[in-house]
């Protein structure tokens, strides 16, 4: 391993693909703080509110009414959902926006739907039928799906699935055929629809440049900022996933070693960096960390992976140029990390430029500070606008806590992402704390040698769950899901 000093020899992390050795490592799970929640007291920003009044004709009053009978709404569904179990057939608002019309399959079930408020519709297809009819035509589709069917969908007012057509049906109806579904549950719609894909850029993400691959740094408006000496101005990117994204627009190595990417209208720069956990840790600004700081970086070689800051302006002799001004870390990275984020809690502090070591052994790491890249182009770091939320907290008398953050439809394993081994027979008890409004779920499980069994759950239709079990000794797991709603939750914890 090389270890320097300002003024002797490095080694500059090249774009993976380029370099003539990558190690690779071992992503981090472990990320450095929760996503954000959502705002518990204003339901809306002024912006959302503002768009509200121009996109669906409301005053800000109206729109405050709906954003607030819509919550309820939602809230009625997802407990009917859970209560009418395979007779649920969907819901929706009707066309006042203020009554929820609740599709079953069983008359009997009425009652139930009128006693939480909402209007029964009794229909001949259950949910889960029109979601098998959508399988099906899934598992076609990926034989061959004809270019004239932008797309299908369960419609549950309906009752159908309906699938999409351009330029007329005989291509439709020839898919639906061919899937062997039950023909009588689709409809077949014209549409003039042409979807393109659109992608988040994410700080940490891998993007690609002829035939090497760098990182993103952080999202800025109209693009994003990386390393230098990962391109050229006037070469073209392509994102995580291969797709066309974009041209360098500036580039500066040696001497500086940054650079800044505009991509096209398919890309959205996000405040957000990838923690490689599962989720992403918000930008919210750039204020400069003190020496002895605790510092993580992202890159798409070797995850998430800490150090401390040690000095600020070094010049750092690398083989290809002098580069002046870097700050040093004692964090690890490796060829590909090239550009990625650097960041101190929520702070953007600057994008990876080179070291020595790597991830294995051990190593010391350079950054490009941001400030000086933003000032350079002229850039404005795109950011969440504010502080972070602290988690909940209505969990206490637990032998351990942890946090976390999830999108909804996401879960986490706790403790951070591995699992406890208990070694005594007892009573296991678990609290989860969730984002208001949501609907979030705690499961434990057990290893029985071959998989993890679902022991004990709490999975009412609230944000907050409590789980208690007497089990023998064993590894065990929590599993915390977001049935519904996204953001930032609490876990307590204790075991034999």
């Given amino acids: 391993m090389n270890r320097f000093l300002a003024g002797t020899a490095a080694t500059i992390l090249l774009p993976a693909g380029l370099a003539a050795i990558v190690i690779a490592g071992p992503a981090s799970a472990k990320p450095a703080g929760p996503t ?6 204003e339901a809306a920003s002024p912006e959302m509110l503002a768009a509200m009044q121009r996109d669906l004709g409301l005053t800000a009053t109206a729109a405050r009414a709906r954003i607030a009978s819509d919550a309820a709404a939602s809230r009625t569904e997802l407990a009917l959902r859970k209560r009418l179990g395979s007779t649920f057939a969907g819901a929706w608002l009707a066309s006042d926006a203020k009554s929820l019309v609740v599709a079953v399959t069983d008359s009997a079930k009425a009652a139930e739907v009128t006693a939480a408020g909402a209007t029964p519709k009794l229909v001949n297809r259950s949910g889960r039928k029109l979601d098998a009819v959508k399988d099906g035509l899934d598992a076609a589709a990926a034989k061959a799906s004809p270019a004239s069917v932008p797309g299908w969908y369960v419609d549950v007012k309906s009752n159908t699935v309906v699938v999409q057509a351009r330029g007329g049906s005989a291509a439709a109806r020839a898919f639906i055929k061919a899937s062997g579904v039950d023909a009588s549950a ?6 003039t629809e042409q979807p393109r894909l659109l992608y988040d850029v994410r700080g940490g993400d891998a993007y690609y440049i002829g035939g090497g691959r760098c990182s993103v740094g952080f999202s800025v408006n ?14 073209s990117t392509t994102g995580y996933n291969q797709v066309a994204q974009g041209s360098f627009q500036g580039s500066s ?25 599962g989720g992403n840790v918000t930008v919210a600004g750039s204020t400069v960390a003190a020496i002895g700081a605790a510092i993580c970086r992202s890159g798409s070689t070797t995850g998430w992976r800490c150090g401390t800051v040690q000095a600020y302006n070094q010049t750092v002799n ?8 870097l700050t040093r870390t004692n964090a690890c990275a490796e060829p590909g990390d090239s550009g990625g984020s650097w960041l101190s809690g929520q702070q953007a502090q600057g994008v990876t430029s080179g070291g020595s070591g790597n991830c294995s052994s051990g190593g010391t790491t350079y950054f490009q500070p941001v400030n000086e890249i933003l ?15 602290p988690p909940p907290t209505g969990c206490s008398g637990y032998e351990f806590s942890v946090t ?7 879960s ?3 403790p951070n992402g591995s699992y406890y081994y208990s070694s005594a027979s007892g009573t296991h008890r678990g609290c989860l704390d969730g984002p208001t409004g949501t609907d979030f779920d705690l499961y434990l499980q057990k290893w029985n040698g071959s998989g993890w069994a679902v022991v004990a759950q709490g999975i009412t239709s609230a944000a907050d769950e409590t789980v208690s079990y007497s089990g023998t000794a064993g590894y065990y797991r929590w599993r915390v899901h977001a049935y519904s709603g996204s953001g930032s939750y609490a876990l307590g914890y204790s075991n034999p």
């Fill in 222 to 235: 109209g693009g994003f900022v990386t390393a230098g000496h990962c391109g050229n101005t006037g070469n």
């Fill in 186 to 191: 689709v409809r077949v719609v014209s549409t």
């Fill in 36 to 41: 954000p929640a959502a705002p518990v007291g």
């Fill in 375 to 389: 000032s350079a182009y002229g850039k404005t770091l795109v950011t969440s606008g504010g502080g972070t939320p």
């Fill in 404 to 410: 976390g953050s999830l999108s909804s439809g996401g």
């Fill in 253 to 277: 190595f040696p001497g500086n070693d940054y650079a800044w990417v505009a991509v096209n209208s398919n890309w959205t720069p996000q405040p957000w960096v990838n923690n490689y956990a």
């Fill in 318 to 325: 690398y083989a290809e140029g002098s580069v002046s001004g």
């Fill in 412 to 414: 986490a394993y706790q």
